[in-house]
């Protein structure tokens, strides 16, 4: 299926698309890059383009082409008054919306969308946060498409953190100082492993049935478990693991190699070697612990020995 001009089709039904269609496509999107790339900007001679103005619109020709929409024409999207130059006034605001495409998928993410802690900021100023804020549809790769989990972990806590690693942004949407993600988070052992290794949206959504929600939940309701992640039944499973045990079950029928092959979970496999490992880990904490205790212990005593 392609999608030309308005491209009101639905994406969800699209399969496979045609060499030469794809082929037609890159070339009409060349022409746009010419001017909204890097490399455009940088050749330009025409006198009649605002370089300055051009410099803060630019797309990465890479990034796209990585992107779900790689094979999408910039001019379905941007529907009227761009294939002239310069582009039509009046046209300008004219874009196609996410669900414009995606209609029947995306009304189910809409609703847990408006569910979630940011839906009241939408409301109240219109336009300050919605699909885009977080998908840019230049760049967005859906995490099924990585080749690893880190890639998609990455991108996907990146969103969250375009706001909240950002004073300057998050001032734009609230009057409350930016919490400080390190002290909120201090319980979590290792914060920056795990933020490399997890989503924020794992712990901040609720477990779905079958697809990541887009609910992201009040502060209070938020996952606090260890064992969550770090058990044999792992919500990694149906989250961030989701497509690679369903490729697993498809060829193989064994989910924990697969989990083994990148991102071991602690506790989240059944490896015998693994799991000796990690249970003389514990023994070592829980030993620690116990020493230290006996320190503690040994030295309230020599205390009371020398105060008495
Ligand atoms: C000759 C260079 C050139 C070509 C070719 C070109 N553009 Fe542009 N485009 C510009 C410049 C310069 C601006 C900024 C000034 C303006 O808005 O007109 C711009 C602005 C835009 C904007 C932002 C509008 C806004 O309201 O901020 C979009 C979207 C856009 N172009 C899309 C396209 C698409 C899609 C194509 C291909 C069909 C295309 N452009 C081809 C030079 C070009
Ligand atoms: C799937 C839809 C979609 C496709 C495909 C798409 N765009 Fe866009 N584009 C958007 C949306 C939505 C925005 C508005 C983003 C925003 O408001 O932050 C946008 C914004 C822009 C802007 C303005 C950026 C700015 O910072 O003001 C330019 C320029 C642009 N697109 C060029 C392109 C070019 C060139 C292509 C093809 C290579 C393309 N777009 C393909 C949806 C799309
Ligand atoms: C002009 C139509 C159009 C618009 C508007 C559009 N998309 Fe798409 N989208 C597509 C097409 C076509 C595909 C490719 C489907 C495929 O490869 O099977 C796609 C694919 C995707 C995919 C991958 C789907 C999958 O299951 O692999 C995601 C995610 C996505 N789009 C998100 C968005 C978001 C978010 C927006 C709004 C910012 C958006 N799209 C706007 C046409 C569109
Ligand atoms: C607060 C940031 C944020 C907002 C706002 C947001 N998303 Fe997402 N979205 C994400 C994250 C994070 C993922 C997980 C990445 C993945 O699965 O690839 C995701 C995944 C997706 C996916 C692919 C997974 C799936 O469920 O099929 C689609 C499609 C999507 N979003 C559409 C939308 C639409 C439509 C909107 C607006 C109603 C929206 N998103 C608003 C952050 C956001
Ligand atoms: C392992 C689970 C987990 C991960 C991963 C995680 N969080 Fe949290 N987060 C929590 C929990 C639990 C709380 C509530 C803390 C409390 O009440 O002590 C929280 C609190 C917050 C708060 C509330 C701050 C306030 O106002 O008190 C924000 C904002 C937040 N997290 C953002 C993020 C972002 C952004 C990421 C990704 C970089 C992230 N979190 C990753 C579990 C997690
Ligand atoms: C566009 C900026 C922006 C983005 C992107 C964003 N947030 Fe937020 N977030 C905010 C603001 C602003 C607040 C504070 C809301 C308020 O003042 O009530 C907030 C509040 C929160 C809270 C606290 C809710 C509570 O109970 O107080 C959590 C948790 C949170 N965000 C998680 C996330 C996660 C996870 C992502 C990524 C999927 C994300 N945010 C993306 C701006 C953003
Ligand atoms: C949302 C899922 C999730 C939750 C909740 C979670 N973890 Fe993790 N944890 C992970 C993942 C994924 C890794 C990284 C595995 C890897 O790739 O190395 C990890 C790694 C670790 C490591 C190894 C760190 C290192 O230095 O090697 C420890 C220890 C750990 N977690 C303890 C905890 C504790 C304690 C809690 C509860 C307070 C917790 N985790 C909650 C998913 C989670």
Request: glycine share 4%; net charge neutral; with cysteine.
């Amino acid at each position: 299926m392609v999608l030309i001009g308005g491209g009101s089709a639905a994406a969800q039904t699209a399969t496979k698309v045609e060499p030469a269609e794809i082929e037609r496509i890159r070339r009409a999107n060349a022409q746009c890059l010419d001017c909204h790339s890097e490399a455009g900007l940088n050749a330009i001679t025409r006198p009649d383009v605002n370089k300055a103005d051009l410099a803060g619109r630019l797309v990465d020709p890479e990034a796209f082409l990585k992107s779900n929409h790689a094979n999408v024409e910039c001019v379905a999207c941007h529907v009227t008054g761009f294939k002239e130059f310069p582009h039509a006034e009046a046209a300008k605001q004219q874009i196609n919306n996410c669900d414009e495409c995606h209609t029947r998928q995306f009304l189910r993410i809409e609703d847990q969308f408006l569910k979630s802690v940011h839906a009241k900021k939408a409301e109240e100023q219109p336009g300050s946060f919605t699909c885009i804020t977080c998908h840019d549809p230049h760049v967005f790769l859906k995490a099924s498409h990585f080749s690893t989990t880190r890639q998609a972990v990455r991108q996907d806590n990146a969103m969250c953190l375009q706001c909240h690693a950002s004073d300057e942004r998050f001032a734009q949407l609230s009057k409350a100082p930016l919490p400080d993600l390190q002290k909120i988070h201090a319980w979590l052992p290792n914060t920056p492993l795990h933020w490399a290794a997890v989503r924020c949206v794992e712990c901040h959504t609720p477990v779905p049935q079958s697809i990541l929600s887009h609910e992201i939940l009040p502060a209070e309701r938020a996952e606090k478990n260890c064992v969550a992640c770090h058990s044999v039944n792992s919500t990694l499973r149906v989250r961030l693991y989701r497509h690679l045990v369903e490729e697993e079950r498809e060829t193989v029928g064994f989910i924990n190699s697969v989990i083994l092959n990148e991102a071991y979970v602690i506790g989240a496999t059944r490896n015998r070697y693994l799991d000796m490992a990690f249970g003389l880990v514990a023994a070592v904490v829980v030993g620690g612990i116990a020493l230290h205790g006996l320190a503690r212990f040994v030295a309230g005593l020599k205390r009371r020995r020398r105060d008495g």
